[in-house]
């Protein structure tokens, strides 16, 4: 039952999304269907960690011509048919360590050579990595030599990513939308683009360099009334 526990989703995230995610979470959910629009039309996607699809728009779904999930939460698989369609292929595991303790690449690629011919989203989880990998995250030798091999592994693959930057607390601020932008922008481009900001940046993902994406946009999700993350969405095609 670790899924079930797990920092990153789990019990406390489908209770945020019960109680959000119809209302405060549909500008970010907006945001991301139309990015993910293009990428999915008529081709077989893979949703890595998508919980319940909470952050995920029925109708763009649908587009794809197959729908294929994996989230290492056992609620997942019942959850997001329940929301999205029975159609949805599920698949319950871990794809990014053998042992829990540490990122390992023959995990993610293993299981990525079970989806040949599917383009591959990650759902808001590659910001989490860092809190759930924090041997890994601490030991700049591993984490160097896991981001190389993660690069190599998705080198020639269909990406797009959906992932948090930073974390904000406090009221609301104010964050203009952007999008198109060539290159990602470093965490003091991002806040000098935060106006109004009442509280403080509590947290940074390192998402920075995780995907060498050719497109990024940036919205702010605010998961709860007080706590704000700056999203990003990149893809690779
Ligand atoms: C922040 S949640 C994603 C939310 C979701 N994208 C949405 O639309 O609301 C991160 C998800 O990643 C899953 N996860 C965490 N570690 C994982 C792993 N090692 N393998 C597979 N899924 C994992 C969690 O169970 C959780 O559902």
Redesign the pocket.
């Known amino acids: 039952m670790y899924?079930m526990a797990?920092l990153?989703?789990?019990i406390f995230?489908h209770y945020l999304?019960v109680r959000y995610a119809s209302k405060l979470w549909r500008p970010t959910r907006d945001f991301i269907s139309a990015r993910l629009r293009d990428f999915a039309i008529s081709k077989k996607i893979l949703l890595?960690?998508?919980?319940?699809?909470?952050?995920?728009d029925t109708k763009i779904l649908k587009l794809a011509s197959q729908v294929s999930c994996?989230?290492?939460?056992p609620l997942?698989p019942l959850l997001i048919r329940w929301r999205h369609g029975r159609y949805i292929k599920c698949h319950t595991?871990?794809?990014?360590?053998l042992d829990r303790q540490k990122l390992n690449i023959h995990a993610t690629e293993s299981f990525l050579k079970t989806h040949p011919d599917s383009k591959i989203v990650f759902?808001?989880?590659l910001g989490?990595l860092p809190f759930?990998y924090p041997l890994t995250w601490k030991n700049s030798v591993a984490l160097d030599l896991w981001k190389k091999e993660f690069h190599q592994l998705l080198y020639n693959k269909n990406i797009f990513s959906f992932h948090d930057r930073l974390t904000l607390t406090g009221p609301r601020p104010l964050f203009q939308d952007l999008i198109n932008i060539k290159y990602p922008l470093s965490n003091e481009d991002l806040i000098a683009r935060v106006e109004n900001l009442k509280g403080e940046v509590v947290i940074d993902h390192e998402t920075k360099d995780i995907i060498v994406g050719s497109n990024c946009s940036y919205t702010l999700w605010s998961m709860t009334p007080t706590e704000h993350h700056i999203l990003e969405c990149t893809s690779k095609t």
């Open positions: 899924g797990s990153s989703g789990g995230y999304g890595v960690g998508p919980s319940a699809g909470y952050l995920l994996v989230d290492i939460d997942s595991q871990d794809v990014f360590s759902c808001n989880i989490q759930l």
